[in-house]
Antibody, heavy 120, light 107 residues
Framework: EVQLLESGGGLVQPGGSLRLSCAAS????????MSWVRQAPGKGLEWVSG????????YYADSVKGRFTISRDNSKKTLYLQMISLRVDDTAVYHC?????????????WGQGTLVTVSS | AIRITQSPSSLSASTGDRVTITCRAS??????LAWYQQKPGKAPKLLIYAASTLQSGVPSRFSGSGSGTDFTLTISCLQSEDFATYYC?????????FGQGTKVEIK
């Protein structure tokens, strides 16, 4: 069964840092692009960052460029999101999601998410 | 960035109704559009990709159409388990973008 399990969320002060992880299982991790998508409380979905299967290519939303870094360790089947200079408006549930494959960047499946709260 | 305008933001419907949700892209995206269903407290679920291809396991009452800039999700006969929020997403180019969502509520 294909599974994605996020961890690393929590409460952090504005200006602080956090690293999220997403452990993958049930598929050949290195063959798939991956992304992080967030959802602020009561709001819609916002794509945050994406990375190719090899890790050679990374992409970011303008709202996080220069503050967030996506990476992956294919030997550990794990996706990461390093977040620095966190702001109150970064508060959200962060989901990792797998690109569907075959060059498709629709997402299936999604992890259940990890909550990041930025507050003083 | 490509903007996606989704409408309506919410709708009320009864079981058995036919429901239509639309997404309009700010520029042509060919057929690089997906639709998702999200229930409260749950992760989104992929329903349709490539504008009109039904994801495996998704009931056939869901269908998608469109290409270029205008897209539609149709639920042909609304069931109780379909009350949820629906999102479209373009993956023609980075940054990937979502519509604002449509909440389908019970009338």
């Amino acid at each position: 069964e294909v599974q994605l399990l996020e961890s690393g969320g929590g409460l952090v002060q504005p200006g602080g840092s956090l690293r999220l992880s997403c452990a993958a299982s049930g598929f050949t991790f290195s063959s798939y692009a991956m992304s992080w998508v967030r959802q602020a409380p009561g709001k819609g979905l916002e794509w945050v960052s994406g990375i190719s299967g090899s890790g050679d290519n990374t992409y970011y939303a303008d709202s996080v460029k220069g503050r967030f870094t996506i990476s992956r360790d294919n030997s550990k089947k794990t996706l990461y999101l390093q977040m620095i200079s966190l702001r109150v408006d970064d508060t959200a549930v962060y989901h990792c999601a797998r690109g569907r494959g075959f060059g498709e960047l629709s997402f299936d499946p999604w992890g259940q998410g990890t909550l990041v709260t930025v507050s003083s | 960035a490509i903007r996606i305008t989704q409408s309506p933001s919410s709708l009320s419907a009864s079981t058995g109704d036919r429901v239509t949700i639309t997404c309009r892209a700010s520029q042509g995206i060919s057929s690089y559009l997906a639709w998702y269903q999200q229930k409260p407290g749950k992760a989104p679920k992929l329903l349709i990709y490539a504008a009109s291809t039904l994801q495996s396991g998704v009931p056939s009452r869901f269908s998608g159409s469109g290409s270029g800039t205008d897209f539609t999700l149709t639920i042909s006969c609304l069931q109780s388990e379909d009350f949820a929020t629906y999102y479209c997403q373009q993956y023609y180019s980075y940054p990937l973008t979502f519509g604002q969502g449509t909440k389908v509520e019970i009338k």
